[in-house]
């Protein structure tokens, strides 16, 4: 039917959008508990539950669009980014729930895999050895103690949905519970660093902006899914090497040619005379009816 369309795939589960419904495919049964225990306690905007049957979650569509997909450009106005920062500082302020959330491993746990990840990418050549310790280094600032708060766990662009200037509804919290506030704002600025401003309007200033930027400075290896780490060890997203120019935020414009046939040059027009070394030298069986060239050939002597 229209409008049918997959809302965010990966290897643990999948989210399609059949109408004004949105059907969740996972085969932890776990999660999806989570999921709708915590959606009956968060303070923010999330859709209805309408049917559970294992291993499928069904919830009614907000009205609304998304903020735009990890991988592509925003499609919200600086407004509703301002929105969406309200409604995660919301999130974070509420009661803790009891069960630790992705964004809440242990530093320890993260450090490893990040080290394990870093020396993947120097052992495989994905990345130059300088540049994965740089970077490795950078990261370290968001390996700190941090105060838990409630979590979404994969806040990312395409789980929040906006009208206007308005949260109309956030989806997908199976990985939520107790966790860094800030693994939350780098997932959800995520290749969208030129709206953090507008998500800071709206959540506050009392943010490290030191550590977020530490969280962007990692890499991510895999060329899709959700965010699993604050760190984003795997793909290096804007990496902090000595000369290295910080990436463009706006597309360059591409060059399109008007519609038609190439524009060729007018009959008539003369051409540029080529030096007398480049002519072509006659063929000697060959007769002409040019004067004869006392000029210098293409060899240099004279006739």
Known sequence: MDGDKVAVAHSE???????????????????????????????????EVLWRKPPVLAIAAPRGTTLGRLRGPSTGSAAAWTAAGAAIRKLHDAPLPPQPGRAGRSIVALAA????????LVTNGFLPADLVTHNRQVAEAALRPWTPAFTHGDLQIAHVLVDGGEVTGIIDWSEAGQGNALHNLAAFTLRHEEHLDDVIVGYGTDIDLDVHGATHGGCRRSPGGSPSSPIHPHRCLR???????ARRTRPRPRRTRPPGPRARPALGRSRPRLPARLL????????TTAAPDTGPTATGRRR
């Open 280 to 287: 072509p030298v006659p063929h000697p069986d060959r007769t």
């Open 13 to 47: 589960r999948a989210t399609l959008r059949v109408g004004d419904v949105f059907l969740k495919v996972d085969a932890g049964q776990a999660r999806i508990d989570v999921e709708v225990e915590v959606m009956s306690l968060v303070p923010v905007p999330t859709p």
């Open 113 to 120: 895999e990040l080290d394990d990840e870093c020396e993947l």
């Open 239 to 245: 990496p902090r090497h000595p000369g290295h120019h």
